[in-house]
């Protein structure tokens, strides 16, 4: 048995080590840690102390999942294919006191959303039901 682990768990993730000693944090774990982190479920510093990585790193994963959330793909593909993903958010959004809502009113559909809507998720929705047309 060589000096490093083959695997560990972390948050019930299993992280590889490779040869050398290298992990191999999955990209649903750099999600998993992003959304609590977003949430205030996570603090940077346990994220550094529970992983042994530094902080820079943390930034790093957040802004790994962002970027993947937000890639550029051609706007036939976007016709082609939307996916909506609806996820068990354990994370619980802040009150609306003012009410103020996004109306979007399409032939068949019309979609109330919070005012605080992320602007991206907004535009995805927006596609989501063009391309359903």
């Known amino acids: 048995m060589g000096k490093f682990p083959q695997?560990?768990?972390?948050y019930g993730f299993t992280i590889e080590v490779h040869a050398?000693?290298?992990?191999?944090w999955p990209p649903s774990f750099k999600r998993f840690v992003k959304d609590?982190?977003?949430?205030g479920e996570l603090a940077v510093g346990d994220?550094?102390?529970t992983c042994n990585v530094s902080q820079s790193l943390v930034y790093k994963w957040r802004s790994d999942v962002r970027r993947a959330g937000t890639r550029k793909t051609s706007?036939?593909?976007?016709?082609?294919?939307?996916?909506i993903?609806?996820?068990d958010?354990?994370?619980?959004?802040?009150?609306?006191?003012?009410?103020?809502?996004?109306?979007?009113?399409f032939k068949d559909v019309d979609l109330a959303l919070p005012a605080a809507y992320p602007v991206d998720d907004l535009?995805?929705?927006?596609l989501a039901v063009e391309a359903s047309k």
């Open 123 to 126: 535009i995805k929705v927006i």
């Open 75 to 83: 706007r036939r593909e976007e016709r082609v294919f939307s996916e």
């Open 7 to 10: 695997s560990f768990e972390v």
């Open 89 to 105: 958010n354990t994370c619980p959004k802040p009150a609306n006191p003012s009410g103020d809502q996004i109306i979007l009113r």
């Open 85 to 87: 993903v609806i996820q």
């Open 47 to 49: 994220v550094m102390q």
């Open 20 to 24: 050398g000693g290298r992990r191999v």
């Open 36 to 39: 609590k982190l977003d949430c």
